[in-house]
């Protein structure tokens, strides 16, 4: 925890501070981050651009995750964590005014560009910031889910916050884009508190090029491989159905263009519950059986459910009531999408000696950005081309490959804590 040179005595109302501005930015960066669907349907109701266009807005978000995650995690702390904070919160509230002010598909663009780069210097500095603020794992594990709970929070209310700003007779009007004046409000009151706090962060600092070195090491073990194919298809599934599941309920089901972003909301909402819902079943049926459960829920939802919206018509739903039940049901699939991420991770994290998680976690943010980008790509595609409905089906292929990976991690992990067992040197994974 709190490394050498840092004090949690005498922090009293920065701790609050600094604690309120980390949920907060993260509560306004999964509104941002998860936007992208959205964003999509109104580019293509008011900026005139096709699906295929309109499918790279994923990747102006997640490439400059993965590239400035990789290449500031071991300079972050010499740059100072509060100041990468401050900046990010800058970048946000810049893009925000820009995309108000000027509004168009160009601009789209940039403003997810900013907004992966501002997104990967808070989340590096915010886990760092986590350590300094905490003095045992109990008290790290509490912040981070307090902090955590401010992304989900972000996640479920932001669909319904850009859906009070479209306007349901015009859905390309440019009056949506009002929400943006209110997400830079947003930034300048985090960079505010961050001001107002003070933070000891000579207990984060340390070698420059150590990260880099772990993360080289750390790609060529079997499990780290696995674990990276297993994060990415995980990523490509959720954001694609995430990304696109706006569009979906507006095209194939028929659901005005709020209503269709607010209905994406569901998907937010079973991800959340199917999170906290995971901690309790991991103990009694052990993270490998339930993972595998997950899977065949996704596959079963994906096979069953989405071919019955074939049937729907063009019949326009204007209301929650005249909605049919698979409407509902298929969002469903982030139930089952929920306990894998965080699972995975926590296993092979758990299976690394403790200094090797800065490195991990860099990796992580990497494959995870890749997988979002390639997700919404692939979904948007083929949406364009066969339209809804076989987009989504298409979900199965990705699915099904990841438990096998997920097979492939358990049976690797559980062979490193024999051989840890055995004392042989075949790895630096360690005994779980």
């Not at 600094?18 to 930015?25: D, E, I, T």
């Not at 459960?293 to 939802?301: E, K, Q, R, T, Y």
Request: hydrophobic share 60%; glycine share 10%.
């Amino acid at each position: 925890m709190p490394g050498p040179g840092s004090s949690l005595e005498g922090q009293g109302a920065s701790r609050l501070l600094l604690v309120a501005a980390l949920a907060l930015s993260y509560a306004q960066f999964a509104v941002l981050l998860n936007s992208v669907g959205t964003v999509i349907l109104q580019a293509v109701n008011g900026f005139g651009v096709d699906k295929a266009q309109a499918a790279t807005l994923e990747a102006f978000k997640d490439l400059p995750i993965a590239i400035v995650s990789l290449a500031v995690a071991a300079y972050l702390p010499r740059f100072g964590l509060r100041r990468a904070l401050i900046a990010g919160q800058a970048i946000v509230a810049l893009a925000c005014v820009a995309m108000a002010l000027l509004p168009g598909f160009a601009m789209a663009r940039l403003l997810f560009l900013a907004t992966g780069v501002a997104f990967a210097l808070v989340k590096t500095a915010t886990y760092t910031v986590i350590g300094l603020l905490t003095d045992s794992p109990a008290a790290h594990a509490a912040l981070t889910n307090r902090i955590e709970g401010g992304f989900m929070l972000g996640v479920l209310s932001g669909y319904w916050l850009f859906g009070l700003f479209i306007d349901p007779a015009h859905p390309g009007d440019p009056v949506w884009l009002r929400v943006y004046w209110l997400l830079a409000a947003l930034s300048a009151g985090i960079v505010a508190l961050l001001l107002a706090a003070r933070l000891d962060e000579r207990g984060a600092q340390g070698p420059e090029t150590a990260s880099w070195r772990a993360m080289g090491r750390l790609i060529a073990l079997p499990p780290v491989l696995f674990f990276a194919g297993a994060a990415f298809l995980y990523v490509l599934v959720e954001q694609g159905v995430g990304s696109w599941l706006p569009t979906f309920n507006a095209e194939v089901l028929g659901l005005s263009a709020p209503m269709s972003v607010q209905g994406a909301s569901i998907y937010a909402a079973a991800l959340a519950f199917g999170r906290l819902a995971a901690a309790a079943l991991i103990t009694r049926f052990g993270w490998p059986r339930l993972l595998g459960l997950c899977i065949a829920g996704i596959v079963l939802v994906v096979l069953v459910v989405v071919p019955l919206a074939r049937d729907h018509g063009a019949a326009r739903t204007e209301s929650w009531a005249a909605l049919p039940w698979y409407g509902y049901a298929m969002p469903l699939i982030g139930l089952f999408l929920a306990p894998i991420y965080p699972t995975i991770v926590s296993a092979i994290l758990s299976a690394l000696p403790r200094a090797q998680h800065a490195a991990m976690t860099g990796l992580i943010i990497g494959f995870s950005a890749l997988g979002g980008t390639t997700g919404s790509f692939i979904t948007g595609r083929v949406f364009a081309a066969f339209g809804g409905i076989a987009a989504f089906r298409l979900i199965v292929v990705p699915a099904l490959l990841l438990g096998l990976l997920v097979a492939l991690l358990d049976r690797l992990l559980r062979k490193a804590v024999l051989s840890a067992s055995k004392d042989l040197p075949a790895s630096p994974i360690v005994n779980r």
